[in-house]
């Protein structure tokens, strides 16, 4: 059984850095095909792509949040962390972490509960 | 800056039929985008419907299919159900740079 779940900071301030980290179970991000994307969802908005980091250590980001952007995975404890700088009000959002099989070319068939973030001073 | 356009909302009768499309602004829609669709219910996390254009997930209802349509992806809902009211996106890959979701499709059963 798949399962991811999103945890960080609830509540950041305009300007910081924000740190969020998926945990998940039920698969390895060592296994060939695998891949973990983090996904956002402003509130009332639609569903936008951020960054996905493959098996082999192969990351896709945004190119428009590119320059503010960090996957990084740990294998070892089933984490995927995403950092996002210079946070901005029109950054609070819900952001999801969610699987993919890059094999079958399934984005995105397991997804996290979300965590929302509100960016304000 | 690469845009994918779905319609904002469309309404459909109970036992209806009712076709969702998903563009982009590169140009036609070919399986080479691996469309994959997904419905939100609110309060919810989205849940996969359709990868690689037309293949459905194992929990995916049988009234739900994927194909390409026009130039364009398509989710088709055939005997729509009052529990299909919703939110549908679809993800389009651009390959060897990144995916973009389209801006959602309301979907009303009424």
């Known amino acids: 059984q798949i399962t991811l779940k999103e945890s960080g900071p609830t509540l950041v301030k305009p300007t910081q850095t924000l740190t969020l980290t998926c945990t998940f179970s039920?698969?390895?991000?060592?296994?060939?095909?695998?891949?973990v994307g983090w996904i956002r969802q402003p509130p009332g908005k639609a569903l936008e792509w951020l960054a996905l980091v493959y098996w082999d250590g192969d990351k896709r980001y945004s190119p428009s949040l590119k320059s503010r952007l960090t996957i990084t995975k740990d294998t070892s404890k089933n984490q995927v962390v995403l950092t996002m700088t210079n946070m901005d009000p029109v950054d609070t959002a819900t952001y999801y972490c969610a699987h993919v099989n890059w094999d079958l070319r399934i984005f995105f068939n397991y997804w996290g509960q979300g965590t929302l973030v509100t960016v304000s001073s | 800056q690469t845009v994918v356009t779905q319609e904002p909302s469309l309404t459909v009768s109970p036992g209806g039929t009712v076709t969702l499309t998903c563009a982009s602004s590169?140009?036609?829609?070919?399986?080479?985008?691996?469309p994959n669709w997904f419905q939100q219910k609110p309060g919810q996390a989205p849940r996969a419907l359709i990868y690689?254009?037309?293949n459905k997930h194992s929990w995916t209802p049988a009234r739900f299919s994927g194909s390409l349509l026009g130039g364009k992806a398509a989710l088709t809902l055939s005997g729509v159900q009052p529990e299909d009211e919703a939110e549908y996106y679809c993800l389009l890959y651009y390959t060897g740079t990144q995916g973009v979701f389209g801006g959602g499709t309301k979907l009303t059963v009424l």
């Open positions: 590169t140009g036609a829609v070919t399986s080479g985008y691996y």
């Open positions: 690689s254009t037309s």
């Open positions: 039920g698969f390895s991000l060592s296994t060939s095909g695998v891949g």
